[in-house]
């Protein structure tokens, strides 16, 4: 093919005489864009047979990028991937995602093998509690469950009675025989679980998702008098003021399931953009605009094809779990399966 293009323009240069810096530019650009093609079509290759001599299949959450998602087995967030990570008959899971999922996933598989592409791919959000907090909490009220969302490390869950997901999250704490809750580690999640539940007595710890506060009410006014027939359809983790203007409010797969059931043809999401793969893969014919300035997460984008390819090949970067931190945070995370169903 690429000999075929550049034939092409060399034909066209002689038979007409025309040679341009222009023509130029757009030769290379050609070349370069099929060179493009050709590697990742060999990188994509070598990967179904790593997987197949592995014996590995590959989860991705849908905030990386569209071509590692391209090339995924299963694609989904959070609940659904700690499902399938449970359940899937691999010896290696390869998670693209960031730190908190590559663990969840080797605390509840504890002999596969585990990869991530990325190691430093990392939620700031998932640190953003203190154990020292929680045990203050714990002494402050006798009848008190800890509710750790499953953005959060291991040492948290370790501390934690309950794990849940933006998908499950109301479900969960509805569910549970505690009054007095505290809510770590995202704030605006807490918050909106609270608002479902108001017999709760939610206590909310101050983290949050970098992402999802950088929208504001004001991105989302100007871009809904821009497409004024579009459904604001928000995350949970944008603060209240985003929430107040959504037509809906549910985790990503929520988000995706309701505009491919809904009728209307334009929507604004108020969530990561790397959504948009599966939201156009699914709504070919809808539109899709993103709030926000800084919809995109750069740690979930650490993870490319090449470093899925290279660590399928090394078996480098696998996750590692403590016996002793894998057993306490383990009984959180069962839980939250269990009480979910």
């Known amino acids: 093919m690429l000999k075929a293009v550049v034939f092409l323009y060399v034909f066209h240069i002689v038979y007409t005489g025309v040679f341009t810096g222009v023509m130029i530019s757009a030769i290379l650009l050609k070349i370069n864009y099929i060179r493009g093609l050709y590697v990742m079509n060999k990188l994509v290759k070598e990967i179904e047979q790593l997987k197949k001599e592995k014996n590995a299949v590959i989860l991705a959450h849908y905030y990386v990028n569209d071509e590692v998602q391209e090339i995924a087995d299963y694609i989904g967030d959070s ?51 203190q ?62 679980v609270a608002k479902q539940i108001p017999e709760k007595n939610i206590i909310l710890n101050k983290g949050f ?27 949970p983790e944008c603060k209240q003021e985003v929430l107040d203007l959504a037509d809906y409010i549910g985790s990503t797969s929520g988000i995706i399931n309701y505009a491919t059931e809904s009728d209307n043809e334009e929507f604004i999401i108020c969530t990561e953009s790397g959504v948009g793969y599966e939201l156009r893969t699914k709504n070919p014919n809808k539109k899709f605009y993103f709030a926000g300035t800084k919809h995109f997460c750069p740690n979930m984008k650490l993870n490319t094809v090449e470093k899925v390819c290279h660590v399928l090949k090394t078996g480098e970067n696998e996750v590692h779990v403590s016996d002793e931190t894998r057993l306490k945070s383990l009984v959180p995370l069962d839980k939250m399966l269990e009480m979910a169903k």
Do not use: Q, W
Not at 100 to 128: Q, R, W, Y
Not at 143 to 166: F, G, P, Q, R, W
């Open 131 to 192: 154990v020292e907090k929680i045990e203050e909490m714990r002494e402050n009220y006798d009848d008190l469950a800890v509710v750790c969302y499953i953005n959060s490390t291991a040492e948290l869950k370790c501390h934690s009675d309950v794990c849940v997901t933006s998908s499950n999250a109301v479900k969960i704490v509805k569910s549970l025989p505690n009054k007095n809750i505290f809510f770590i580690p995202d704030e605006n999640l807490g918050r909106h």
């Open 79 to 129: 609940y659904y991937l700690a499902k399938v990570a449970r359940e899937v008959d691999a010896k290696t899971i390869v998670f693209c995602g960031v730190s908190f999922m590559g663990e969840s996933a080797k605390i509840l598989n504890p002999n596969k093998t585990v990869l991530m592409p990325d190691m430093s791919a990392d939620c700031p959000m998932a640190h953003m509690a």
């Open 209 to 235: 998702c970098h992402v999802h506060v950088s929208m504001t009410a004001d991105n989302l006014k100007a871009i809904k008098e821009k497409y004024p027939k579009a459904l604001v359809l928000a995350h």
